[in-house]
């Protein structure tokens, strides 16, 4: 169970999550200072030091919050004889699927904006503990270190992706608010990732069939 302060804390990140893109939305993220984002969070400005570095990395976590610990949980719901490429590949690819709760325009803003496309791309190496956490969960007997090594060339790839992705979306000067998208994220991510299903599968082969059959 997730004790008090553990729990005031993600209180307080989720507040200043909020707050950052809720401001970034209505003022511009040029025009928002990590002074405003934690006088609406009702915090101090050292306080919000001490969960993000800048007011930019605040705005973007706000939208890739909890993907993830959803592409985690993805994982490990998977039956057991679904090869482990297929479970990473399939749930990363999935969490980059809008969820259609997003506030509106917040991809709008970040297609917009150089410096949050960057650190937007930067939110996927959060996946890399939570996603060495479900492998090993999925595949107790897998090595530790290689699933941590795995689960950072996942991120690498997904982060290479979404750069890819936000540089060839475009926000033509014609015509404001509008973005000209770059195909499909996920499967771009799903593309990306491929080349791993080899990794992935050798360090926790799938269960062989034959072995259920053994009294």
Same mark, same amino acid.
């Given at each position: 169970?997730?004790?008090?302060?553990?729990?005031?804390?993600?209180?307080?990140?989720?507040?200043?999550?909020?707050?950052?893109?809720?401001?970034?939305?209505?003022?511009?993220?040029?025009?928002?200072?990590?002074?405003?984002?934690?006088?609406?969070?009702?915090?101090?400005?050292?306080?919000?030091?001490?969960?993000?570095?800048?007011?930019?990395? +605040?705005? =973007?976590? /706000?939208? $890739?919050?909890?993907? !993830?610990? #959803?592409? *985690?949980?993805?994982?490990?719901?998977?039956?057991?004889?679904?090869?482990?490429?297929?479970?990473?590949?399939?749930?990363?690819?999935?969490?980059?699927?809008?969820?259609?709760?997003?506030?509106?325009?917040?991809?709008?803003?970040?297609?917009?904006?150089?410096?949050?496309?960057?650190?937007?791309?930067?939110?996927?190496?959060?996946?890399?503990?939570?996603?060495?956490?479900?492998?090993?969960?999925?595949?107790?007997?897998?090595?530790?270190?290689? +699933?941590? =090594?795995? /689960?950072? $060339?996942?991120?690498? !790839?997904? #982060?290479? *992706?979404?750069?890819?992705?936000?540089?060839?979306?475009?926000?033509?000067?014609?015509?404001?608010?509008?973005?000209?998208?770059?195909?499909?994220?996920?499967?771009?991510?799903?593309?990306?990732?491929?080349?791993?299903?080899?990794?992935?599968?050798?360090?926790?082969?799938?269960?062989?069939?034959?072995?259920?059959?053994?009294?």
């Amino acid at each position: 169970m997730t004790g008090l302060r553990e729990r005031k804390k993600q209180a307080t990140r989720e507040a200043l999550q909020a707050a950052a893109l809720r401001l970034a939305l209505e003022h511009g993220p040029d025009n928002v200072r990590v002074e405003d984002i934690a006088g609406a969070a009702g915090v101090s400005p050292r306080t919000y030091n001490n969960y993000f570095s800048s007011q930019k990395q +605040a705005i =973007v976590s /706000a939208i $890739a919050a909890d993907r !993830a610990d #959803r592409l *985690a949980a993805a994982v490990i719901s998977r039956p057991a004889e679904t090869r482990l490429s297929d479970a990473v590949i399939d749930a990363v690819a999935a969490s980059y699927v809008d969820p259609g709760d997003r506030p509106a325009g917040a991809m709008l803003m970040i297609a917009s904006s150089p410096a949050l496309r960057s650190c937007y791309a930067d939110t996927a190496t959060m996946m890399e503990g939570p996603l060495a956490g479900a492998v090993l969960a999925r595949h107790p007997g897998a090595d530790p270190l290689a +699933a941590r =090594v795995l /689960a950072a $060339a996942v991120a690498a !790839a997904a #982060r290479i *992706a979404l750069h890819q992705w936000l540089q060839a979306t475009t926000t033509p000067t014609s015509i404001p608010g509008f973005v000209v998208v770059a195909g499909s994220l996920p499967d771009l991510v799903r593309a990306a990732l491929t080349p791993l299903a080899p990794a992935l599968d050798a360090i926790a082969p799938p269960p062989d069939p034959s072995d259920a059959a053994l009294p």
